[in-house]
């Protein structure tokens, strides 16, 4: 915040564009409002209603000091209705994450591994695990490894490992054969691996927009979700974090009857275009 402040005094801009529920978002909003720089949201009104999420409270607070609000669904729209932000303020926008996969897709690459390990298009797993309530409990994240490891009926697993998991995987006496752990993946080469798995586990929320777009089949590891189009349009179902939960789940996707999913309004790769006309429009008025 004390560097950000330097630079607006430094320099003042028109506005401070803001993005996602970083802390570094919501400090970076609260320094622009306090030297009266007007504050621009994207990726505005997203909410969990948990608040044991850090990132749901970097969203309350960056939503409570906004003047504008740019938006990925309807959902969000409403959120902030319900919050009493005028609608005028309000600008239902779409998915820059999707603006960024599409632009990207002819560009994604296969990591090094695929070919040493033979991995076949829809024949292997990917997850990602690193929230608290799934890995930082080594008997709890050593279940679910094993549920993963048994429920997808003997194929590989990738799994690119948090920081935060390696702590804890570095004291399991052991994990299921098939899972393979490997490196945090670069952008283009973790694509490609959700692009081609046959299905993705993760407790994140950004790779469920990814998997919805991708088509997907999407089993996520948590019992609320701060992006619900992705369940209720998309690919992705919410399974829990019960290890249990994980082989019925499995078992329907192996026989055929996932969801197809669709993609939702507006992720359509423009929305940083709309999000520029708007500010344009805004700021020049």
Known sequence: MVGYERLLL???????????????????????????????????????????????????????????????????????????????????????????????????????FVQDLGLQPGGYFVITLHRPANVDSADGLACLLQAIGEGVRGLPVMFPVHPRTAKTLRVLPGFPANIYLVD???????????????????????????TTVMGVPC?????????????????????????ANLKPALDRLFAGSWKQGSVPPLWDGRTGERIVAHLERLLLA
Not at 185 to 209: C, M, R
Not at 234 to 243: C, F, K
Request: with cysteine.
């Open 10 to 112: 430094a320099r003042r801009s028109d506005c401070c564009l803001v993005v996602g529920d970083v802390t570094s978002t919501m400090a970076c909003a609260i320094t622009a409002q306090k030297l009266h720089v007007p504050v621009a949201h994207v990726e505005a009104g997203i909410r969990s209603w948990d608040w044991t999420m850090p990132e749901e409270i970097n969203r309350l607070v960056t939503d409570s000091v906004t003047n504008w609000f740019f938006t990925t669904s309807e959902h969000a729209n409403a959120n902030l209705r319900r919050a009493g932000i005028d609608e005028r303020r309000i600008f239902f926008v779409g998915n820059t994450m999707i603006d960024t996969l599409l632009g990207n897709m002819p560009r994604l690459r296969a990591p090094a």
């Open 184 to 210: 945090p993946q670069p952008y283009l080469e973790f694509n490609w691996l959700v692009k081609h798995a046959k299905g993705v586990i993760t407790d994140s929320g950004g790779i469920t927009e990814e």
């Open 219 to 243: 089993l996520t590891l948590r019992d609320n979700t701060e992006r619900p189009e992705t369940v209720e349009l998309g690919t992705n179902e919410l399974i829990g974090t019960t290890p």
